[in-house]
């Protein structure tokens, strides 16, 4: 007996396509919502838990008597009771979930138990703060939160602000206004697999970004799309070339990116201007901003950039990169003392 022909293959019946699709549709938003109710309540239950073995270890005699043995005694009980999902570290963080977060309100209904779980790995509060902002706002899944948290992210935006920009990056997140808040500075491209040293080209670094593509746009920040690469311009009969051209959606104008396997010298940032004049005079259109120019290189010369820079009107910064992540003790004593300084 032949196979009935389904009518979903029948391209004159549009009006059950039409039905399969919005079925689907439909059900795709209750999985979705079902998921993020089964979330936010297990993110509360935690909370509670917390709650729990917080107010127990304020009982002088059950602390002293269990002490550093107790939170491991309840992994122990807890998963014979009740299975999966009371390690000795799930644990730790339920109580640490209150602790951070003592209003049960104060917690994200867009984050899950896993995000919370990467951030609470944190001690500071104004970092702890910072990302879960950026989650909310970016919609960070677990893996780029946490590659987010190892590039020190919060601290490199933070070291070129003062102690009230501090307070209101943890507060807010990252808010991009104006071409100055897109900067960072280094840029962290350990992602790349590129090894710091000496042999590599200019050419083998744009390959690699290239190559990781979404990952160096997770590093830009939020609002930037690719353009194209190696972007040719024809300035009388020569022909230039800029490595790196990206369109920034929030900020509406092109931004170009120059890579630098060295040194960033001054001859460099007149390349930059010039490019920059080139395209606020050919490539922009009614609604565009000025464009952006970023120069970036594996070191620089502060004060010799600073006078390279001096009185262009053009967006034109200077940034470093790094193939490695950065050292956290350093950064966040770097973080401490620009604090420190400014209530001074």
Known sequence: MPKRKSIILDNK???????????GEVLESARSKIANTVNNVMV????QIGKYIVEYEQNGKERAEYGKKLLQTLSQDLTVRYGKGFSHSNINSMRKLYLTFPILQTLSVKLTWSHYQEILKLDDNLEISFYIKECENEGWNVREL???MKSMLFHRLAMSKDKNQVLMLAKKGQQIQTPE???KDPYVLEFTGIEKRD???EGDLENALVSHLQKFLLELGKGFAFVGRQYKMQIGSRIYKVDLVFYHHILKCFVLIDLKRGEIEHYDIGQMN?????FKAEKNTDGDNPPIGIVLGAYKDQLLMEYATQGLE??????????????REQLQKELEDLLEEDKA
Do not use: E, G, H
């Open 13 to 23: 019946n549009n009006d059950y396509v039409s039905l399969i699709k919005s079925i």
């Open 44 to 47: 509360q239950v935690y909370w």
């Open 146 to 148: 946490r590659r987010q």
């Open 181 to 183: 808040d897109i900067l």
């Open 199 to 201: 042999t590599y080209l």
């Open 274 to 278: 010039l490019y920059l004049n080139f």
């Open 314 to 327: 053009n967006n034109l910064f200077v940034s470093k990169y790094q193939l490695y992540l950065p050292n």
